[in-house]
């Protein structure tokens, strides 16, 4: 039986305990100069590999927090009352987004290692690259890499600022210019997380085109958005914290989120290779023909039931989305699975043969995601674990699926 | 932390606006919407209805007189075999979309202000298909054989068998079951409401209300049936919002035409539906609203939440533009370039405009509230974009199509009168169902607004955290 909270009860678990912060600084600082080290290690052991490992991990991150990020924008706009007992853990991942100026310097230096437009010599061959030249090149690509990050910045930082000034002032009209920012910030993410899935997704083979793939790139995002959150959530709840305030029916409606955005996901994905395969024409097709060589092919046939048939008829179960053990079973699984996509995006482009799984794949993820988790443990210290200046709160701890 | 507790009704239109506005009581709700159909025929009604019947009937000459004669009264030619036809079939498909997310989708999100419109909205996707129906029916010239051609019936004097791997045989089946399920949407959702009606009715009024509700008696039994069965449907009707234009833009989207053959095509004509059946809903429920004095149930509230929606799409559909045109430029492919060069340049380079100005331009006005809440504004921007969507299905497939690969082939097309009356006769056809239900049918949902109404009532007067 789940407790209703009210306000009073759940005050006393909205600050961190200092020991249990503490401890769990430390853990990441250790893994992050792990990860770090090992990043220089496998750098001068094998350059080529690093970039490309530390692309995917890279991606894998950041995505997540700028899926945060929408959804943030996204809970503004419609006035969603049931997730302001969540949205501290979303707007804090969100806001280590301009971690990504610096994170996205590994990739910008090592441009000539993963991207063959970035050869002019390479280009004067090809009258195709020559063609798209005014958008890929080193010069253009560096500086939308730095726009999009300011962009995404920007937005993070001024969503994140009202919302804790709410904390303390406790008034709507910090509610109102966040829903005011949001609408043309919504505009704006979305049209940079395409590009930059353009750039730097897309455009490792540079060849190939697909108008939809920016949403693929974003639905996958969001999704591992919704399950990182689940994740932090449920940890957060064994050690007691927000045990009352993110009450189970908060859980059902995150496992509904999980669900309708794998359902999204797959829409998406089954849109651009149905249309792919029907259509049938060589340019379109190399991206998936490269993905259907060796093992390739078995990650691809993950990828459909991994990312799709499993979750899909495992999370549209009423008990699995109020039972938080298999909640967490499925949040986990996701996000490994939506790494898995993103490896499949990037790494047949040069393992040609088949997957060729390395230890530095592993070693680049841990130093972004342990990078991010430092920030984002840093500022989860400095406020309230919930938005408690907002006007919805008192109904969003009293939500209840009916 | 007093100062969170919502107190006032004022307080809380400030967080949440009310939806139920005017001081209204569960009486004076079902008294305002069941006077509506139980009083007699208003003289304006009648105004509305005869012009509607004639060109409802204009239509259906038109019809036969494509039957009699054949394909060649259309405009269609070689290049440019799918024209009007089916660019009234994908605008009027899509009008119907907004009755579904405003009932399911709507619904799931447990947004409330949905109660109001989407009665209305649901009727508007069963007439919308009805007209969409029309023409690739008329459009095999004999439609008394159509079921042959459509479905996997047994027959011995054609020899037909389907093309199952065309997405025209899957639209058959798309929106067959987005039809079906729509209907028994609308339905299930009006079984209370007819029960209302009933009640109040006597004589043959009573007995034919009686059997249209199914023996409603308002018990708790009743009503969890009734909930969980109006909550299936919904997930049910919910991937059909999307998958029925999905489908609809496979028609093109697996070609190999330039123009036509693009991957975001699926979302892209989701969102245009949407788009397009919101617009029309505004323009109808704005007029209906003040015909039928409705204005403290579909607030204005309402009517800047639709505005907002549509703000939305036309965002989505005009990033759906706007990527189409950079894949073009980036895929360096000669042909994707020259058929977004030609529509924007070409000889119908006004049609391309017309689409970008309505669909894309005209719904920036609604970034102001001042244009979110004034009903001439968003009364004549609807009008803009329903003319926007339409040339948005026109540019696709006509521009698309008059210039192949050969240029020997060029063509251009021209309606002939038969295409702009059939067209023309569609919206009488539409509007004569439209006038039919608010003549007939509870034009917003009393048992659900009742819902709204209760549960506001229980805030201001208890604050937020109370229940339960």
């Not at chain 2, 009715?201 to 023996?215: D, H, I, M």
């Not at chain 2, 509870?442 to 805030?459: C, F, M, R, T, W």
Request: charged fraction near 15%.
């Amino acid at each position: 039986m789940i407790e209703y909270a009210t306000i009073e009860h759940t005050r006393e678990s909205w600050r961190l305990d200092e020991a249990v912060w503490t401890r769990v600084r430390n853990v990441i600082a250790f893994l992050m100069l792990l990860g770090w080290a090992g990043c220089a290690a496998g750098f001068f052991q094998d350059s080529e590999r690093f970039f490309r490992s530390y692309l995917v991990g890279f991606l894998d991150v950041t995505l997540i927090a700028l899926g945060c990020l929408f959804f943030v924008m996204v809970m503004y706009l419609t006035g969603s009352a049931w997730s302001v007992t969540v949205r501290r853990i979303f707007e804090t991942i969100m806001v280590t987004i301009p971690l990504a100026a610096v994170l996205v310097l590994p990739i910008l230096g090592g441009i000539h290692h993963l991207y063959e437009w970035s050869h002019s010599e390479h280009v004067a061959h090809d009258k195709i690259l020559l063609g798209k030249a005014g958008w890929l090149n080193p010069e253009a690509f560096v500086i939308r890499a730095f726009v999009y990050v300011l962009i995404w910045s920007v937005m993070a930082i001024r969503i994140y600022t009202n919302s804790t000034a709410q904390d303390k002032t406790k008034s709507v009209k910090h509610m109102d210019s966040t829903s005011a920012w949001s609408a043309p910030g919504l505009l704006l993410v979305f049209l940079s997380v395409s590009t930059a899935a353009f750039d730097w997704i897309m455009s490792l083979n540079p060849h190939w085109y697909s108008t939809i793939f920016g949403i693929y790139v974003y639905a996958g995002g969001g999704l591992a958005c919704i399950a990182t959150v689940t994740v932090i959530c449920l940890w957060l709840r064994r050690h007691g914290i927000l045990a009352q305030s993110i009450h189970l029916e908060h859980y059902h409606d995150l496992g509904k989120w999980m669900f309708a955005l794998t359902v999204f996901w797959a829409y998406i994905a089954f849109s651009q290779y149905m249309l792919i395969w029907y259509a049938n024409l060589a340019e379109e097709t190399v991206f998936y023909t490269k993905r259907l060589v060796g093992s390739w092919k078995f990650v691809s046939g993950l990828l459909l039931f991994g990312h799709f048939i499993v979750p899909f008829f495992f999370l549209i179960q009423r008990r699995v989305k109020r039972n938080l053990g298999a909640l967490l079973a499925a949040a986990l699984w996701i996000l490994v699975i939506c790494y898995i996509d993103l490896y499949w995006m990037v790494m047949p482009n040069f393992d040609k043969e088949g997957v060729r799984p390395h230890w530095l794949d592993a070693v680049a993820w841990l130093a972004v995601a342990s990078t991010y988790a430092f920030a984002f443990w840093w500022q989860l210290k400095k406020h309230s674990l919930v938005p408690e200046g907002d006007a919805r709160l008192e109904q969003s701890l009293a939500h209840v699926n009916i | 932390m007093a100062d969170l507790a919502i107190k006032s009704p004022e307080m809380l239109d400030e967080v949440t606006p009310r939806l139920v506005q005017g001081n209204s009581t569960y009486r004076s709700l079902t008294e305002d919407i069941s006077r509506i159909v139980e009083k007699g025929t208003p003289i304006q009604w009648w105004m509305a209805f005869l012009p509607s019947v004639a060109i409802a009937g204009m239509m259906f000459a038109m019809l036969g007189y494509l039957v009699i004669t054949g394909i060649g009264v259309w405009g269609n030619n070689s290049p440019i075999g799918w024209a009007w036809d089916i660019t009234n079939f994908v605008w009027w498909i899509g009008i119907g979309h907004a009755g579904t997310l405003i009932s399911a989708i709507l619904f799931l999100f447990r947004q409330k202000w949905r109660t109001s419109i989407n009665r209305a909205a649901e009727a508007m996707t069963l007439f919308a298909v009805a007209c969409a129906a029309q023409y690739p029916l008329f459009h095999t010239g004999r439609p008394w054989r159509a079921i042959y051609w459509l479905f996997p019936l047994p027959n011995t004097d054609l020899n037909m068998w389907q093309n199952f791997r065309s997405p025209l045989e899957w639209d058959v089946f798309a929106v067959s079951t987005y039809g079906t399920v729509s209907a028994l949407f609308w339905f299930v959702g009006l079984v209370p409401d007819l029960a209302t009606l009933r009640d109040r009715a006597t004589g043959v009024r009573a007995y034919v209300l009686g059997f249209a509700s199914l023996g409603w008696r308002g018990s708790a039994r009743h009503w969890r049936h009734y909930e969980m069965a109006y909550l299936i449907l919904a997930g049910l009707s919910t991937p059909l919002v999307l998958s029925v234009h999905t489908i609809v833009s496979f028609d093109f989207a697996v070609s190999l035409i330039p123009g036509w053959h693009t991957t975001i095509f699926p979302p892209y004509f989701v969102a245009g539906a949407i788009f397009s059946g919101f617009a029309m809903v505004v323009t109808l429920m704005t007029v209906a609203r003040w015909s039928l004095q409705l204005q403290h149930l579909i607030t204005t509230k309402h009517l800047e939440n639709m505005c907002k929606v549509m703000l939305a799409t036309s965002m989505i559909v005009g990033y759906a533009y706007g990527t189409e045109l950079f894949i073009a430029w980036y895929s360096g492919n000669p042909y994707e370039q020259f058929a977004f060069a030609n529509r924007a340049l070409g000889p119908y380079w006004w049609s391309y405009w017309a689409m970008v100005s309505c669909n894309v331009i005209t719904p920036q006005i609604f970034w102001f509230k001042k244009c979110r809440t004034s009903v001439p504004i968003m009364f004549v921007a609807s009008i803009f974009i329903n003319i926007g969507m339409w040339f948005e299905r026109f540019v696709i497939i006509v521009t698309s199509l008059h210039r192949d690969f050969l240029p020997s082939s060029w063509g251009y097309f021209r309606p002939t009168y038969v295409d702009i009356l059939t067209f023309i006769g569609t919206m009488g056809l539409f509007m004569t169902l439209f006038l039919l239900f608010i003549r007939f049918l509870p034009v917003i949902a009393i048992s659900e607004v009742k819902g709204v109404l209760a549960q506001e009532d229980h805030v201001t007067k208890h604050g937020h955290g109370a229940h339960h």
